[in-house]
């Protein structure tokens, strides 16, 4: 499974596709299977919306606890917010984030060594 992600250029603020618009939280992002064109065609669309979003890119997913959460340590971070628990998104509580703190693993999405190896 794979969602896409990309950080809104007014803020910085890290966020995740949704039916066509941008929201905040991971939980609310849509998920592609990994041979979905939807997901590429998402994509697509996200990269042509420059004064929305700066680099938006396709993250793996895994399960954990049930639901979906980011493959990657990193991408993990950008779901919960700062690494402060008691500040960011992750504050707030709830299964979705509790399935984000106890995922484990360190690999690497490959949207974004696609896009490393882009530059």
Do not use: C
Request: proline share 4%; hydrophobic share 40%.
């Amino acid at each position: 499974m794979k969602a896409l992600t990309g950080n809104r250029l007014i803020d910085g603020e890290v966020v995740f596709w949704r039916q066509g618009r941008w929201v905040e939280r991971f939980a609310e992002a849509d998920l592609f299977a990994d041979d979905d064109p939807a997901g590429e065609a998402a994509e697509g669309h996200a990269k042509n919306q420059p004064t929305a979003v700066v680099e938006p890119y396709l993250i793996d997913l895994t399960q954990s606890q049930g639901l979906w959460a980011p493959a990657s340590y990193r991408e993990r971070i950008r779901a919960l917010g700062p690494t402060n628990l008691n500040h960011g998104k992750q504050a707030e509580g709830g299964a979705a984030i509790e399935a984000l703190l106890q995922t484990h693993g360190g690999a690497r999405s490959s949207g974004r060594v696609d896009l490393i190896k882009r530059k």
